[in-house]
């Protein structure tokens, strides 16, 4: 079990990149996965309180920012997790987005060590775009390749997903924005982005494990492959490096402590990308709450 706990832990190290049409991902998002799959709650009846925050494109004026909050327990007598997620992201001077929705899952367990998880998500988000923050150094652009009046889109929104995990194997699959098939391909709607990930877990000594990933998204625009590793360094340290096609080389470190988890994530961006801005920075915050009196917080996802 303890072994599924570490593993659990991480799941798609680097689902980074945002996107002002559709989806936004994050580094450290893999610590609390509910966000981009509702399957991804663990088997431990804790609180779990999760932020994170990303500074896009350092030193760029108007640059994205974007910040996360979820909460999520797990109710043993019912198998079942519940979860809640709100996200804000600035992905321009003039564009932002909101999301909030509630996460179910229902989890299987098929022996010990090996469960399985599928969970659906319900909520809305709203989008808004408002020319008058925009500066053109041509004026004839407004109207003609920007939109010259506010716009404000609230729409439902549901995702749905599915989680296996063993000791040694994470695999998982999700839809999100599955009323995007009806809407329109505008800017303010969001299209169906799709998440598939697996995960192996190789103790290498009692003080080390080393957990190489590969993930593959589609967020309504680009298609993404990520590579990754993750080592984990005894009871409180671990980091991680990897890579995503053709844009960014990431890494990773952090600290556990009882019930509190702290975290950081750099972007160092190549090619095109890199003539916009050189790096991204992101800072995770998490507290683990135990719901049992006299027992402390254990991490497990």
């Avoid at 290498?204 to 957990?211: D, H, P, R, V, W």
């Avoid at 984990?232 to 019930?259: C, H, N, P, Q």
């Amino acid at each position: 079990m303890k072994k599924l706990c570490w593993f659990v832990c991480f799941i798609v190290l680097g689902l980074v990149s945002v996107h002002a049409q559709n989806d936004f991902s994050l580094n450290e998002q893999l610590f609390s996965r509910i966000a981009i799959n509702p399957a991804g709650i663990g088997n431990s009846a804790n609180v779990n309180i999760f932020s994170v925050s990303r500074f896009q494109y350092a030193g760029m004026q108007g640059a994205p920012f974007t910040t996360m909050l979820n909460v999520q327990t797990y109710i043993e007598k019912a198998k079942s997790g519940i979860g809640a997620s709100f996200s804000y992201d600035q992905s321009g001077i003039a564009y932002q987005q909101m999301q909030a929705k509630v996460v179910y899952a229902y989890n299987l367990n098929f022996g010990k060590n090996n469960i399985f998880s599928f969970g659906v998500g319900l909520g809305i988000y709203n989008k808004m775009f408002d020319p008058s923050k925009h500066i053109l150094d041509d004026p004839t652009e407004m109207g003609e390749t920007i939109p010259d009046r506010f716009q404000n889109n609230t729409k439902f929104d549901a995702s749905f997903g599915i989680e296996y995990a063993n000791p040694y194997i994470l695999i998982g699959a999700s839809v999100n924005h599955i009323p995007g098939y009806f809407y329109d391909k505008t800017t303010l709607n969001s299209q169906p982005a799709y998440y598939a990930y697996a995960r192996g877990a190789i103790p290498c000594s009692e003080k080390f494990m080393l957990a190489p990933a590969v993930a593959y998204y589609y967020t309504g625009q680009f298609h993404v492959i990520d590579v990754n590793a993750t080592g984990f360094i005894g009871k409180y340290f671990y980091v991680g490096l990897g890579y995503r096609t053709e844009t960014t080389g990431y890494a990773m470190v952090g600290f556990d402590w009882k019930w509190l988890r702290i975290g950081y994530a750099c972007d160092v961006n190549f090619g095109k990308l890199s003539k916009v801005a050189w790096t991204s920075h992101e800072i995770m915050l998490s507290f683990n709450i135990s719901t049992k009196r006299g027992e402390n917080g254990k991490w497990i996802y």
